[in-house]
């Protein structure tokens, strides 16, 4: 892929499968495959921006909103007694090189959340589950 045409624009463009729970005019929030804990999220531009320094006000503002909603979903569904939002900046220190905001309850669980599933299937069946619940929650904010 070329960098303006990364997993993440694809995801946003439907067309490469995620688990997607939500999304608004310019951000669409999906599970992360490995979640830290049940639930992780991760919230991108729709369109390509690479990090903070290359993304718009109001595209960050959209993100922005997007994640409040999914805090409040999180915390709603599973309880958790915080929510962290996490989000890396700079060529070589993001995994994707696509503005991306993590969004997960905590306190951290350890070993990750993902680790518990000893096989790609198993994780799967648990992401749907969990955007079921997810998608559930957010036609009932709406
Ligand atoms: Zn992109």
Redesign the pocket.
């Known amino acids: 892929m070329t960098p303006?045409?990364?997993i993440?624009?694809a995801i946003a463009a439907k067309e490469e499968p995620a688990f997607i729970v939500s999304e608004n005019s310019h951000a669409v929030a999906f599970l992360d495959r490995e979640p830290a804990t049940e639930g992780h999220m991760l919230i991108v531009p729709k369109q390509?921006a690479n990090d903070i320094f290359d993304i718009s006000e109001e595209k960050l503002a959209a993100v922005m909103s997007l994640a409040q909603q999914s805090a409040v979903a999180l915390k709603k569904i599973f309880g958790y007694t915080s929510i962290i939002l996490h989000q890396v900046n700079g060529e070589g220190a993001q995994d994707v090189?696509?503005f991306h905001l993590h969004v997960y309850g905590g306190p951290h669980a350890t070993p990750y959340f993902y680790q518990q599933f000893s096989t790609t299937e198993d994780l799967n069946t648990s992401l749907e589950n969990t955007q079921k619940r997810i998608v559930n929650e957010f036609t009932f904010l709406k």
Request: net charge positive; charged share 40%; with cysteine.
């Open positions: 303006n045409k990364d993440f624009c390509h090189r696509h």
